[in-house]
């Protein structure tokens, strides 16, 4: 076939995948203070387990039986503090781990809301940001405008002055 005629005719496109690995680790006890209540779990450094199947057994067995559940998503991924500390406890760690964890946690959350509690408006906003890594809708809409990166207070202060 030649170079003009290869351009004009459709090329079909495929994906396909292989094998894949999945690689089971042991739970530990964390350090993210962002839970609710108790302590946080972690996965361990080290694997346990390592497997190799392919996709389509995989996604069958994942379907079809209790031993692969179904996807959760949002809330429903969170883990409540009572089988966290189970979880933990199975991992052999003590009662006297679990509390000083916990308490090390409820340090690190007080430290941080007594940096909040010192710190006032937009400068508030930017830590809770620089902290979360995320940016809130609801705190941001209507903050900007117009491509104009300017705070609300800044414009109606502006338009005061230009008046």
């Known amino acids: 076939m030649s170079p003009s005629n290869s351009k004009s005719s459709s090329s079909k496109k495929s994906v396909s995948f292989g094998d894949i690995t999945i690689v089971t680790f042991a739970m530990t006890l964390g350090d993210n203070p962002a839970v609710s209540q108790g302590v946080p779990v972690a996965l361990a450094w080290e694997s346990e387990n390592t497997s190799t199947q392919s996709l389509e057994?995989?996604?069958?067995?994942?379907?079809?039986?209790?031993?692969?559940?179904?996807?959760?998503?949002?809330?429903?991924l969170a883990i409540s503090m009572e089988r966290r500390a189970r979880i933990i406890l199975q991992a052999g760690f003590s009662l006297s781990d679990i509390a000083a964890t916990a308490m090390e946690i409820e340090d690190i959350k007080k430290s941080r809301a007594d940096s909040l509690t010192k710190t006032e408006g937009w400068d508030r906003i930017g830590l809770l940001l620089k902290k979360s890594g995320k940016v809130p809708k609801d705190i941001l809409s209507g903050v900007f405008s117009a491509g104009k990166k300017m705070m609300p207070k800044q414009k109606s202060v502006q338009a005061a002055r230009s008046a």
């Open 57 to 76: 057994l995989y996604e069958y067995f994942r379907n079809d039986s209790d031993s692969h559940p179904k996807r959760r998503r949002g809330k429903r």
